[in-house]
């Protein structure tokens, strides 16, 4: 079992960064796939970023050159850092662990809002 929570959430104007944190509890963090997904009012959730145990990342077209993933495994700690925000950025941002079925996890949400 892992629990992951979410941190780092606010609000922020156009142009400017936030860096969200997703703590994982529980062990063998290194071998999971970590993710950040994202859900905005009336939408669908959708990908943002994923990061493999072997450290490749993959990101959604709508944000690559702005956000960056990277984990640290020491801390069983992913962070997704968020630059030059736009408002369409502005949702309910999700951290999910998967190593397979049935070992798949998701955190509560932190809410980004970009507005001026």
């Known amino acids: 079992q892992v629990q992951l929570v979410e941190s780092g959430g606010d609000l922020v104007q156009p142009g400017g960064s936030l860096r969200l944190s997703c703590a994982a509890s529980?062990?063998?963090?290194?071998?999971?796939?970590m993710g950040w997904y994202r859900q905005a009012p009336g939408k669908q959730r959708e990908l943002v970023a994923i990061i493999t145990s072997a450290g490749t990342t993959t990101y959604a077209d709508s944000v690559k050159g702005r956000f960056t993933i990277s984990r640290d495994n020491a801390k069983n700690t992913v962070y997704l850092q968020m630059n030059s925000l736009k408002p369409e950025d502005t949702a309910v941002y999700y951290c999910?662990?998967?190593?397979?079925?049935?070992?798949?996890?998701w955190g509560q949400g932190t809410q980004v809002t970009v507005s001026s």
């Open positions: 999910k662990a998967n190593r397979g079925l049935p070992y798949v996890y």
């Open positions: 529980g062990s063998m963090f290194s071998f999971y796939a």
